[in-house]
């Protein structure tokens, strides 16, 4: 297990919470409770109260490390935490929010795995005078949310697709154009139709890319460009191995065209078409010609085939700080007070605009990657080259 140590303000107080990251496995099992405070089961004297912390999934790296970081935040804070992770199941992820509410949750923090399918939840959540946070997934068509804390995702759209200019040669690091004019063959991915997130993605990338799809710098010899048709449900890493496949011999194969670019909306997505392009003899480096490839969250084993020159870049979103501020919305609500938001227009959820905290984010590609993720603490040297987290 590796911890990871940030400085969170809450109540008034400065506390440093030690944030676990642990990628291979969480605190609990999937559908398990990891709950106890103290190793004897039994909350601290100065226990905060019970948080209940939902999370999706186990399965992708970034929200086991999520999950651990926000759970010991909390307990470094004062608090039982009881941390779900749902196994990418929506039942059992509306029975664990159940069980939070009905065993006395003081607040939820919840990564929905479907921001549409927990209204009866936040219902019940309202009616125990439970507030809810939202986490990095906006929960959609529900009255009972109070605070979404997420990094600004349309910005993370546009640095994906700028990136794939970038490495395209199109722009300069700079971001001024180059000159080049192509035409480059790329192809479009999104992740998933359930996720709110997926459709800022989309639409920050293609406010960059459309003006050079038009200009016919860029080639979409698919013609597949429409949200809904390369959305990826479930951001199944298997799902997009597949459909590049299918891309490929549907518009590739007995043709001259090869793939020079791929936008992939996060790494799981990326490495299974990055697959796709190996198991067709695409050449094994960017240096030997494989395509630009995008992806988001950097994953170790994609940060890993970043330094070795097989895919081109991923996009940083520092989940240290994101879980910083769940735990101070958490500890804000509790104190009887509000969390003070940065932006209160952009996030409406179909009932109403949630009061929200937007974090930055970061391009991370081989010339960066030292200083970004290993000189932070993200990742250590030895992880990135074994692509394994410690």
């Known amino acids: 297990m590796r911890i990871r140590t940030i400085v969170a303000t809450g109540a008034g107080a400065a506390l440093m919470l030690g944030l676990a990251a642990c990628a291979g496995g969480g605190a609990g099992s999937e559908g398990g409770s990891s709950a106890d405070a103290t190793s004897g089961g039994e909350p601290a004297a100065d226990a905060g109260g019970l948080i209940g912390v939902a999370m ?9 490390q999520d999950g651990e970081g926000v759970k010991a935040g909390l307990e470094e804070a004062g608090f039982e935490v009881d941390l779900q992770f749902a196994n990418d199941d929506i039942p059992t992820q509306q029975q664990q929010i159940e069980n939070m509410v009905q065993n006395g949750a003081e607040a939820l923090i919840i990564a929905a795995i479907d921001g549409t399918a927990l209204s009866g939840q936040l219902q019940a959540a309202a009616d125990a005078g439970i507030p809810v ?52 063959n790329v192809e479009l991915f999104a992740g998933s139709p359930d996720d ?51 891309l490929l011999t549907g518009s590739y194969v007995g043709t001259d065209l090869k793939v020079q670019g791929v936008l992939a909306p996060n790494d799981g997505l990326a490495r299974g078409i990055i697959t796709a392009l190996r198991n067709n003899g695409y050449p094994e480096t960017i240096a030997d010609g494989f395509p630009i490839v995008t992806g988001q969250d950097a994953e170790i084993g994609s940060v890993k085939l970043i330094a070795d020159g097989v895919q081109y870049s991923t996009i940083f979103k520092d989940t240290r700080n994101l879980a910083e501020k769940a735990i101070e919305a958490a500890e804000a609500f509790l104190a009887g007070e509000t969390p003070e938001p940065n932006d209160t227009e952009t996030y409406d959820n179909g009932v109403k605009v949630i009061p929200s905290f937007l974090l930055e984010s970061e391009v991370v590609t081989a010339d960066n990657l030292e200083s970004v993720l290993v000189d932070s603490g993200y990742w250590t040297a030895e992880e990135v080259a074994s692509g394994q987290a410690s």
Do not use: C, H
């Open 196 to 246: 709110n997130n997926a459709g800022f993605f989309f639409n920050g990338a293609m406010s960059v890319l459309q003006p050079y799809v038009d200009s016919g710098v860029l080639v979409i010899p698919s013609e597949q460009t429409e949200f809904n048709t390369v959305a990826t449900p479930g951001w199944q890493q298997e799902t997009a191995q597949t459909r590049m496949e299918d």
């Open 56 to 64: 999706p999934t186990q399965t992708v790296e970034r929200w086991t």
């Open 133 to 184: 946070i939202s986490y990095d997934r906006l929960i959609r068509d529900s009255d009972n949310v109070d605070f979404y804390v997420t990094f600004d995702n349309f910005k993370v759209g546009v640095g994906q697709a700028t990136s794939l200019l970038t490495g395209l040669g199109i722009l300069d690091e700079s971001g001024a154009e180059t000159g080049e004019k192509g035409p480059f």
